[in-house]
């Protein structure tokens, strides 16, 4: 009997091991593109033109902001020493991928883009291709961030968007949503 039980609970912790492994294992793989490859796709008016609603929010410029006087100054109090735009204090929040293995940036990923698609939608290399992007389960699979439902989504804005921001400001996520989103038109 006890024996048995302490065989289960070997096995289980195996299985557990090995998922774990071979899950960050996967994740590992993707490469940052960049916004202009994922760009090159969704520019289009009647495909929803993700692109330039991006280009015009401010999360393009989030790593430009921090090159500013103001973010300087904001740094300063912070007690950065050095420049905001290379703080990882700073970055964390204003770029995407600043801190990865540099074999996962893709040649045409630049750190100056800000915060681009593959901050909210995972690293692109692999789920990129048109036949993996048109089946939703391919592209979760080869990793392409899930939001199941709203709630899901305002928990990823307020990863950046919360009180360790020194500038926060309270973020009301339907209003700042609704700014910000780019969805497919239905055919
Ligand atoms: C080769 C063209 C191509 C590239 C490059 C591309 N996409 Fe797509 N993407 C598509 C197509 C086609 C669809 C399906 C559109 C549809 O359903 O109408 C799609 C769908 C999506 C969806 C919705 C998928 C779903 O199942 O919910 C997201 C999110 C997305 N793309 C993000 C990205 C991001 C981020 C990048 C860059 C890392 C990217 N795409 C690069 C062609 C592309
Ligand atoms: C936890 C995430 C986070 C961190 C860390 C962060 N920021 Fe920000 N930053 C934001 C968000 C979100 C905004 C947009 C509005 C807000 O302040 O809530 C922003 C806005 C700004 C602005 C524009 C503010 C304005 O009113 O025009 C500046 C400048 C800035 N940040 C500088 C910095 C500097 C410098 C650092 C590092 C010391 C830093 N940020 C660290 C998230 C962050
Ligand atoms: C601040 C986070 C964020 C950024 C930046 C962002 N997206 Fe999204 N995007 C989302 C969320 C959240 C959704 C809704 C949930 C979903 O469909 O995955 C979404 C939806 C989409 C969809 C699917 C729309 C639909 O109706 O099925 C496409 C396509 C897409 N994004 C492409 C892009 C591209 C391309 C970029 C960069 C140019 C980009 N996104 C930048 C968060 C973001
Ligand atoms: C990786 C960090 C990060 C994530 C995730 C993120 N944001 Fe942001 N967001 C920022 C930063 C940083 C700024 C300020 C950029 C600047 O002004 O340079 C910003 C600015 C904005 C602005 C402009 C606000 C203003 O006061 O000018 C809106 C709207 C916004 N974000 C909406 C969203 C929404 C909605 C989500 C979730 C779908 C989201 N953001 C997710 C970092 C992030």
């Known amino acids: 009997m006890l024996k048995g039980k302490i065989f289960s609970i070997f096995t289980l912790c195996v ?3 090995l998922s774990f492994s071979s899950d960050s294992f996967a994740q590992k793989a993707h490469e940052f593109v960049g916004v202009k490859t994922c760009g090159m796709c969704h520019k289009k008016a009647e495909d929803g033109e993700q692109l330039k609603i991006w280009e015009k929010s401010a999360h393009a410029n989030a790593y430009k902001t921090l090159t500013t006087a ?13 420049k905001a735009s290379e703080a990882k204090e700073c970055l964390m929040c204003h770029a995407t991928a600043y801190d990865v293995d540099k074999k996962l940036i893709g040649k045409k990923f630049k750190l100056e883009e800000g915060i681009q698609c ?7 290399s692999d789920y990129k291709k048109k036949k993996v992007m048109q089946d939703h389960a391919k592209a979760v699979a080869t ?8 709630a899901a989504i305002e928990k990823q804005c307020i990863t950046c ?13 339907a209003k700042r949503w609704a700014e910000i989103k780019h969805p497919t038109p239905k055919k």
Do not use: Q, W
């Open 70 to 82: 103001k973010a300087e100054e904001v740094a300063k109090k912070a007690g950065i020493k050095g």
């Open 118 to 124: 593959e901050s909210c939608h995972g690293a692109g």
């Open 15 to 17: 299985i557990l091991l």
């Open 143 to 150: 990793g392409m961030t899930e939001y199941k439902d709203d």
């Open 161 to 173: 968007h919360n009180e360790k921001s020194p500038t926060f400001k309270k973020f009301d996520f």
